[in-house]
């Protein structure tokens, strides 16, 4: 019985940097999924072959339930940072996509992403799950679990958080790619759209009868839907070099996570 519950106990701290991770991954949530048991099973895959690393911790066999909980709410954090920096790509064409609706006048037009767990427009519904088959042909997730297994030897259980300022530059240059990674997706469509308001509104000074408000949306959705589709591969391109960057970033982070930028 006493090794059945000293199993369940290293089983339970192998389990929070997964689901950390997962909770905050845009693919893995819950209404993605469609039931928190599937997720609740992939992070029990996924904390199983190490969970004997933690047999021999000294955090397993000590009594005191606030040091307990404390070592579960550092490794949820740390598995919260690595999904960060994995769920930006997700969150960068998300941002793209409801960006080009906006110009083209479709955000009334919302429909339920499941993969962000929120409304999202048309393209962004669109380009999240393009962005998703994507990720898992590539191998951006076999790409997280390296790094997330890694990040073991990197920053073991009972380390500790020891936040180094450039941990916050770190953080600070990811946020900065997301916005880069939004702009540079959405803005061949932005700037053909921008193009076709000037026009219409050039015709609309010369023939002013004409209801150019009526031919505005599809004459630049038509245009965005062209532009999109000629720079797709391209703009994809920057995304794929992204993910495949993945785990050289979540390496990155960890470390500066136990301060050892500032030398340990």
Known sequence: MHDSLYWLEALGVAMMRPYGMLLILPLFTVRSLGSSLLRNGL?????????????????????????WFGVLCVELLIGVMIGFVAA????????????????????????FN?????????????????????FLLSGGFNLVLAALYGSYDILPVGSGIRPSSAMLHFLQSEWLLMQELCLSFAL????????????????????????????AMPIKSALALLLLLISLPYALHHYLVGINQTEQKINTLIPLINGAANGG
């Open 43 to 67: 992070v029990f895959a996924i904390a199983l072959p190490v969970t004997p690393l933690f047999f021999s911790l000294p955090l397993i066999t000590h009594d005191s339930l606030i040091g």
């Open 88 to 111: 930006l790509p997700f969150w960068a064409i998300d941002m793209a996509g409801f960006l080009i609706d906006t110009l083209r006048g479709a955000t009334m037009s919302t429909l």
């Open 114 to 134: 499941p993969s962000m767990g929120m409304e999202s427009s048309i393209f962004g519904v669109l380009f999240t799950q393009i962005l998703t088959v994507l």
């Open 188 to 215: 061949p469509a932005m700037l053909v759209m921008v193009l076709a308001d000037l026009s219409l509104g050039l015709i609309n000074r010369s023939a002013q009868q004409l209801n150019v408000f009526f031919l």
